[in-house]
T-cell receptor
Framework: AQTVTQSQPEMSVQEAETVTLSCTYD???????LFWYKQPPSRQMILVIR????KQQNATENRFSVNFQKAAKSFSLKISDSQLGDTAMYFC?????????????WGAGTKLIIKP | ETGVTQTPRHLVMGMTNKKSLKCEQH?????MYWYKQSAKKPLELMFV???????ENNSVPSRFSPECPNSSHLFLHLHTLQPEDSALYLC????????????FGPGTRLTVT
């Protein structure tokens, strides 16, 4: 079975701090794509960052970066210089290339609160 | 984010009503999805359409009926719903042959009374 585990149901940090959200996944496939999504209180689901499993270099997107450890099947998200607007639910997900529709397997989410 | 729009944003309906949710994507994608998001539960994939053909139906009750008339529009027809169907319904789209991720609409908050 393909699964995603986010072991931190909720986290809170002070504004401007760095925070890391953990994600582990399980799949027997070797080719897949990993994603982090953000869902703020407005409930709009926003794609934050993506990583191709065949790439060793970790993806970065402004203050967001990932630590991808393929052997460990780990895909953590680091948010640097956190801002109040980063308060949201964060979901980790992946899709396998053998699925022609690239359906996403989702984690349960981590609620991140940035305190002023 | 205006790439995927959903209407209405909020809907309250009785168990005997019939209503429809609408989703429209302006991204040129060829795959569209309906998800259900309930409190304290993981995101549930309901339906997947690829090139206007339904390719996934995850054991969704027949009181939910999807329709995809073209690659830009997706509907979810609702009838004789139950209170446990109250949830946020999210529509998403993607380019089916390119794993760039799915792009979501703002959702419809449905309350069944």
């Amino acid at each position: 079975a393909q699964t995603v585990t986010q072991s931190q149901p909720e986290m809170s940090v002070q504004e401007a701090e760095t925070v890391t959200l953990s994600c582990t996944y399980d799949t027997s496939e070797s080719n897949y794509y990993l994603f982090w999504y953000k869902q703020p209180p407005s409930r709009q689901m926003i794609l934050v960052i993506r990583q191709e499993a065949y790439k060793q270099q970790n993806a970065t997107e402004n203050r967001f970066s990932v630590n991808f450890q393929k052997a460990a099947k780990s895909f953590s998200l680091k948010i640097s210089d956190s801002q109040l607007g980063d308060t949201a639910m964060y979901f980790c997900a992946f899709s396998v290339t053998s699925d022609s529709n690239y359906q996403l397997i989702w984690g349960a989410g981590t609620k991140l609160i940035i305190k002023p | 984010e205006t790439g995927v729009t959903q209407t209405p944003r909020h809907l309250v309906m009785g168990m005997t009503n019939k209503k429809s949710l609408k989703c429209e994507q302006h991204l040129g994608h060829n795959a569209m999805y309906w998800y259900k998001q309930s409190a304290k539960k993981p995101l549930e994939l309901m339906f997947v359409y690829s090139l206007e053909e339904r390719v996934e139906n995850n054991s969704v009750p027949s009181r939910f009926s999807p329709e995809c008339p073209n690659s830009s529009h997706l509907f979810l027809h609702l009838h004789t719903l139950q209170p446990e169907d109250s949830a946020l319904y999210l529509c998403a789209s993607s380019q089916g042959d390119h794993p760039g991720g799915q792009y979501f609409g703002p959702g419809t908050r449905l309350t069944v009374t």
